[in-house]
């Protein structure tokens, strides 16, 4: 193993390990690079064979690399990870749920990219759903715990002692019950605030809209109150829930989007093919409405917009898809009928796109398809993003749409203002009014030109505001923050460097 050959072997197996870290996932922490084997060998013995290194050839070498690789890059991040958070306390991440939504995907973003820095430990949620696979991916146990138990909060606080956590993350305003007992089990907390619910409507979004029977606005007030920190979106959010938090607790973060993962994406897709695996042709004219089908994202004015674009507008390639339909409460499926009736009355023809046959794809003027755990097909196939929302505080959608440089057409409510100017990126139009977003889209569907420029606007405004790594720096300065001491808002000291 002293001589060249050996030392050649060793260099080139570092630098295999080095091109392999590089090129893992965007959302893995980052890892150090192996400098040789007998590093290897000596920070994770188990990994190789007893056998001197100098008697295997070139190829077992690369074979040996290849089935070791990711016990190496795991066991890396295993040590570089309880080096950095030595010392800080472990933390906790409390979920509404573990459905497939923009709130939760914002929690898998946060969580992925703070490992390496903050020791989270457990991810709770209220009951099971397709998200657990993606945090225990990340390396992260889940446990689910029904808040309507009666010993809820009892069972939620043995598990907090018993797993010794000393920092509490919670997501939406619907867990504010762990809040409140962070607070009495003196534990610092961080609240993420996606919900944009007007103070005097609190008992109705909670028990008619969520269905959260357990929780009221009293609930939902008192931890306001004592909360140590909590963040929002956007400064028109923050303003909804004015007089109920300590101005010093109040902190407005932009949710950032992973731009490496959507610009792989984009970089190694044909356009032209990914509409054809939805059955589009370069010839259609694509309105994609991506979110959950439900009242306040306001599907119903899409289908009423595309329907007077194509029957009284004469704009006969219009078609529309609408992505994020889960038949789980009655009144969302009884919107999503509302939906089909009200396409089929003007004519056209209504699909579900799960219940469709592969080679009639894409043919119905107005498709709907189930939640999906990979959207970034829909951004790169759509002409048009619609956000006609009657309630929303500031759509990852919107930006993601623009990331993708498609033009976006929303309602002028809450924070979208913030995200995009009328004009310059895409069209702001009044909530409710199918007219007003049958006028933008048609602006969009007669020039061609015209959405090219407020794609390119868009992708501009999207690097500016809303940078994931700015996001996750402010996250994690936060939280050192808290668990010092400090103020949310305070400066951090500067990290030694590794």
């Not at 010839?283 to 009423?304: E, M, S, W």
Request: glycine letters at 4%.
């Amino acid at each position: 193993a002293d001589s060249s050959d050996g030392m050649a072997l060793r260099l080139l197996l570092a630098a295999a390990l080095a091109a392999s870290a590089m090129a893992s996932s965007p959302f893995d922490p980052p890892m150090p690079v192996l400098r040789s084997m007998s590093e290897a060998r000596l920070g994770t013995p188990h990994l190789f064979p007893a056998r001197s290194q100098s008697q295997a050839s070139f190829d077992e070498l690369l074979q040996l690399l290849d089935q070791k690789r990711e016990e190496i890059i795991l066991a890396q991040q295993a040590a570089v990870r309880e080096a950095t958070v030595a010392g800080k306390p472990l933390v906790a991440m409390f979920m509404h749920s573990l459905e497939r939504n923009g709130a939760n995907n914002f929690c898998l973003h946060l969580a992925s990219k703070l490992l390496h820095t903050q020791p989270f430990a457990v991810v709770f949620a209220p009951k099971e759903g397709p998200m657990r696979a993606d945090f225990e991916a990340i390396g992260l146990r889940v446990e689910t715990l029904d808040p309507a138990s009666p010993d809820f909060l009892e069972v939620l606080q043995r598990r907090l002692v018993e797993e010794k956590i000393g920092f509490v993350v919670a997501n939406t305003i619907m867990r504010c019950d762990v809040v409140s007992l962070a607070h009495r089990m003196d534990l610092k907390t961080l609240w993420v605030i996606h919900e944009a619910w007007p103070q005097d409507q609190l008992d109705y979004y909670a028990k008619e809209v969520f269905m959260m029977k357990n929780l009221d606005s009293v609930q939902i007030k008192a931890a306001f109150a004592v909360c140590g920190c909590i963040v929002f979106p956007s400064d028109v959010q923050k303003s909804i829930y004015d007089g109920l938090y300590r101005e010093d607790a109040a902190v407005t973060i932009y949710n950032g989007i992973p731009l490496q993962q959507l610009d792989v994406f984009r970089s190694s897709h044909d356009r032209t093919e990914v509409r054809k695996s939805l059955g589009y042709t370069d010839d259609d004219f694509v309105v994609l409405h991506l979110g959950t089908v439900c009242n306040r994202k306001g599907q119903i004015y899409t289908a009423r917009s595309v329907s007077k674009l194509i029957k009284e507008r004469g704009c006969s390639n219009v078609k529309c898809l609408m992505v994020g339909a889960r038949y789980i409460r009655d009144h969302e499926m009884k919107y999503i009928e509302e939906i089909k009736q009200t396409v089929l009355a003007n004519g056209l023809t209504y699909v579900r796109w799960e219940d469709t046959a592969e080679f009639d794809r894409g043919k119905a003027r107005v498709t709907v398809m189930d939640i999906q755990s990979d959207v970034l097909r829909f951004y790169m196939a759509a002409d048009v993003v619609v956000v006609p929302s009657l309630n929303e505080v500031l759509p990852l959608v919107i930006c993601e749409a623009m990331a993708f440089e498609r033009p976006v057409v929303c309602s002028r409510i809450d924070a979208i203002p913030e995200a995009l100017d009328d004009g310059v990126e895409g069209f702001l139009v009044p909530p409710g009014e199918e007219n007003a977003l049958a006028d933008a889209i048609e602006k969009l569907h007669a020039d061609p030109t015209l959405g090219a420029q407020f794609g390119k606007q868009g992708r501009e405004r999207v690097l500016k505001q809303f940078a994931y790594d700015v996001m996750i720096s402010q996250y994690d300065r936060i939280i050192d923050n808290l668990v010092a001491g400090r103020k949310a808002t305070d400066p951090s000291p500067e990290r030694p460097p590794p």
